[in-house]
């Protein structure tokens, strides 16, 4: 069954300090090169980057993956524009669009030198500078790869900044053992899930394996053998819900997720409703 909590303004401080574990305890720069979530878009397989030279191409180019990234230069063989295709190379499984047109430049509102990423789980973009000096391949890539949220993002070093900076103020958290044969199953119903709240919560997948991932399951007052378990955080006024699950199904993540939300309704409303009595 479900277990209810409010963590209060300490418990904010120790859920926001299990993503800075997260930053100092693995190296950042090793985690670049992973996979930053838990599903991929097939999108980023063709050659890369994706010559965008009008508006039409490129919102059928956004709206065709989770996430995407588009270098906006004035000039294709720029040094930026260069940079911008290694970085392509090294994150496979993103699309990549490259435009210097400036009639996409000025329907997105973009200024030329410019990276943005487009991800469509909370209709967000992050852009980067590229006339800054100090903005490399490096740089690049770990910029796509913290902020590329997914339907389903996986819970990591880089990741975890993304999360923070997240518009949806909401995260289901699923913690649960990736080496499970019952995992591929887990993910696809969680994925299906996630689908029905697109734009409402963040789903998230924490590997119980991982030892940076201890501090965020004993955070829920969780053990491994009570694992896998569904974890809802509420950031600004740090509620949260905890359901340990023999197996993941879609209709349980609705239930939990959709019993959290009445339940945050109902709060909402009850200073409304005070607020009236005490006018009248």
Avoid: W
Wanted: net charge positive; glycine share 6%; with cysteine.
């Amino acid at each position: 069954m479900a277990r209810r909590g409010q963590a209060g303004t300490l418990g904010t401080y120790v859920f926001l300090c299990l993503f800075a574990i997260l930053l100092t305890g693995d190296s950042p720069a090793g985690c670049a090169g992973d996979s930053g979530s838990a599903s991929h878009s097939t999108a980023g397989s063709t050659e890369k980057p994706v010559l965008l030279n009008n508006i039409t191409t490129a919102e059928a180019f956004i709206n065709g993956a989770e996430v995407a990234v588009i270098g906006f230069f004035q000039e294709p063989g720029s040094p930026g524009a260069s940079q911008f295709r290694r970085a392509a190379g090294r994150i496979p499984e993103v699309p990549f669009g490259l435009s210097t047109s400036p009639a996409v430049l000025s329907h997105y509102d973009v200024a030329a030198n410019t990276v943005r990423l487009f991800r469509r789980v909370d209709n967000d973009r992050r852009d980067l500078d590229m006339n800054s000096k100090d903005v490399d391949v490096e740089k690049m890539t770990r910029f796509v790869r913290m902020n590329e949220l997914r339907l389903v993002t996986e819970y990591n070093p880089v990741t975890a900044i993304g999360v923070m900076q997240s518009s949806l103020q909401l995260h289901l958290l699923l913690i649960t053992d990736k080496m499970s044969p019952k995992h591929p199953k887990r993910m696809r119903r969680y994925r299906a899930a996630a689908k029905l709240f697109k734009g409402k919560i963040l789903f998230i997948l924490v590997d119980s394996n991982l030892k940076s991932n201890e501090r965020t399951v004993s955070f829920f007052k969780l053990k491994k053998s009570q694992l896998p378990a569904l974890a809802i955080f509420h950031t600004p006024d740090e509620e949260q819900d905890v359901l340990t699950v023999d197996e993941v199904s879609v209709e349980r993540v609705q239930d939990f997720c959709n019993h959290f939300l009445e339940r945050m309704k109902k709060k909402e409303d009850k200073p409304e409703e005070k607020a009236l009595n005490e006018e009248l």
